[in-house]
């Protein structure tokens, strides 16, 4: 177990890294933009080109690991992304920019996949809740701190973020190559069946789909909040800079507490399947909450409820499918990240649409699509093994 728990942490803190790398270039990008004489629309492309790279190429990253092995995928992964930044960094074009932006896309979607199907071949199904919560909350200081480290290193330099993400990313692609084993089942499934677009067609259509479209559910509910509440409480409240800067702070903790040390003992106590109904139904209170609340404290008190429902979601979903995955972790874990991601690219689009309709239309919106996924966890409970999954891979039967 200890050998288990100084893995975790190598693979939480390479999660760290590539997140705090995504957010610390966050506040850079539009002086970038205006420095290169580039728009909106430009901005755009920019910021969409990330989540769509991730979308594509997630999968293809999950399913190499499970040929070649997990840690030789990681470690290429982080150190492509460390180069990416670089020159992202060194651009002077705009085309420099798309192509960096572009490249980090590919290159970092080989981590989530690879570090939750490493957890899942190596960490006992009782613990394996709590792993996930363990990167899950990794991945939510990366994003709330990113942005923070960037504000401050690019009044520097504008270029700073991406020179010392660069050598963050360095650093922990040395961490991965040399404290980092390979994951045995990894090893021992190299010679495993190839994932076909038949197979994956009939895994959408297993009982990992449903989980698969539960994710997608969450992620878009996830980025449809995120994409709009700043702008909501500034013109719903008239917050200040300050009161916004408090809103994420809450976000942030809240997101550590619930993944880090709160998904893992409730998913032991009341299952995973509960913790994902429930963790449903309360975003969709959240959200209602967050639509009908009348001042800033209240709607702070209805967004922390609604981020720690879902920080609760996230680590049973993947779990859950863990166990369905058997030998094929990093394919079922690489379909996992692209549901994700789609649901990144679509919800702040839809998000945006409505909120020129209407701002509370985001949220009771939100509130709608998470019914719609509570129906479904309720209605159409997926068959999760209780115990060790076959070697075949149950999302596959």
């Given at each position: 177990m200890k050998a288990v728990f100084k893995n975790t942490l190598i693979l939480s803190f390479t999660m760290l890294v590539v997140m705090l790398g995504y957010g610390m270039v966050m506040p850079a990008i539009p002086f970038y933009i205006e420095k290169l004489g580039a728009g909106g629309q430009e901005m755009g492309w920019l910021i969409s080109s990330y989540s769509l790279m991730q979308l594509i190429c997630a999968p293809l990253w999950g399913q190499l690991s499970d040929r070649i092995g997990r840690k030789p995928v990681l470690a290429a992964g982080v150190l492509g992304y460390a180069m990416a930044l670089l020159f992202f960094g060194l651009a002077t074009k705009f085309w420099m920019l798309l192509l960096?932006?572009?490249?980090?896309?590919?290159?970092?979607?080989?981590?989530?996949?690879?570090?939750?199907?490493?957890?899942?071949?190596?960490?006992?199904?009782?613990?394996?809740?709590?792993?996930?919560?363990?990167?899950?909350?990794?991945?939510?200081?990366?994003v709330i701190a990113g942005p923070l480290m960037g504000g401050l290193l690019s009044a520097q330099q504008l270029s700073l973020p991406f020179f010392i993400g660069a050598g963050m990313a360095g650093f922990a692609f040395l961490f991965v190559l040399v404290l980092l084993p390979e994951s045995s089942r990894a090893a021992a499934s190299r010679e495993s069946e190839k994932i076909t677009p038949a197979a994956i067609r009939q895994a959408l259509l297993s009982p990992a789909g449903l989980l698969l479209l539960l994710v997608l559910i969450m992620s878009f509910g996830m980025a449809n909040f995120q994409g709009i509440i700043g702008l909501y409480v500034v013109d719903r409240f008239d917050c200040s800079t300050r009161q916004v800067g408090t809103l994420w702070m809450v976000i942030g903790a809240t997101l550590i507490l619930g993944q880090g040390a709160l998904a893992g003992p409730l998913g032991r106590r009341g299952g995973e399947e509960r913790l994902i109904r429930l963790g449903l139904a309360g975003?969709?209170?959240?959200?209602?909450?967050?639509?009908?609340?009348?001042?800033?404290?209240?709607?702070?008190?209805?967004?922390?409820?609604?981020?720690?429902?879902?920080?609760?979601?996230?680590p049973a979903l993947n779990a859950s499918l863990s166990r369905l995955a058997g030998e094929h972790q990093g394919s079922l874990m690489g379909l996992n990240s692209a549901a994700a991601s789609l649901g990144r690219v679509a919800g702040p689009v839809l998000a945006g649409f409505l909120y020129d309709q209407n701002l509370r239309l985001p949220f009771w919106s939100g509130a709608m699509i998470f019914l719609l996924g509570t129906f479904l966890a309720i209605a159409f409970r997926p068959r999760v093994p209780p115990s060790h999954p076959p070697s075949s891979g149950q999302f596959l039967a």
């Amino acid at each position: 177990m200890k050998a288990v728990f100084k893995n975790t942490l190598i693979l939480s803190f390479t999660m760290l890294v590539v997140m705090l790398g995504y957010g610390m270039v966050m506040p850079a990008i539009p002086f970038y933009i205006e420095k290169l004489g580039a728009g909106g629309q430009e901005m755009g492309w920019l910021i969409s080109s990330y989540s769509l790279m991730q979308l594509i190429c997630a999968p293809l990253w999950g399913q190499l690991s499970d040929r070649i092995g997990r840690k030789p995928v990681l470690a290429a992964g982080v150190l492509g992304y460390a180069m990416a930044l670089l020159f992202f960094g060194l651009a002077t074009k705009f085309w420099m920019l798309l192509l960096a932006r572009t490249l980090s896309g590919i290159l970092s979607s080989a981590a989530m996949p690879t570090a939750l199907a490493y957890i899942g071949d190596n960490m006992p199904e009782s613990e394996r809740s709590a792993g996930m919560g363990q990167l899950g909350a990794a991945i939510g200081a990366g994003v709330i701190a990113g942005p923070l480290m960037g504000g401050l290193l690019s009044a520097q330099q504008l270029s700073l973020p991406f020179f010392i993400g660069a050598g963050m990313a360095g650093f922990a692609f040395l961490f991965v190559l040399v404290l980092l084993p390979e994951s045995s089942r990894a090893a021992a499934s190299r010679e495993s069946e190839k994932i076909t677009p038949a197979a994956i067609r009939q895994a959408l259509l297993s009982p990992a789909g449903l989980l698969l479209l539960l994710v997608l559910i969450m992620s878009f509910g996830m980025a449809n909040f995120q994409g709009i509440i700043g702008l909501y409480v500034v013109d719903r409240f008239d917050c200040s800079t300050r009161q916004v800067g408090t809103l994420w702070m809450v976000i942030g903790a809240t997101l550590i507490l619930g993944q880090g040390a709160l998904a893992g003992p409730l998913g032991r106590r009341g299952g995973e399947e509960r913790l994902i109904r429930l963790g449903l139904a309360g975003g969709a209170i959240g959200f209602a909450c967050i639509a009908l609340a009348g001042n800033f404290i209240s709607a702070l008190l209805a967004i922390g409820g609604f981020i720690l429902a879902l920080a609760l979601i996230g680590p049973a979903l993947n779990a859950s499918l863990s166990r369905l995955a058997g030998e094929h972790q990093g394919s079922l874990m690489g379909l996992n990240s692209a549901a994700a991601s789609l649901g990144r690219v679509a919800g702040p689009v839809l998000a945006g649409f409505l909120y020129d309709q209407n701002l509370r239309l985001p949220f009771w919106s939100g509130a709608m699509i998470f019914l719609l996924g509570t129906f479904l966890a309720i209605a159409f409970r997926p068959r999760v093994p209780p115990s060790h999954p076959p070697s075949s891979g149950q999302f596959l039967a």
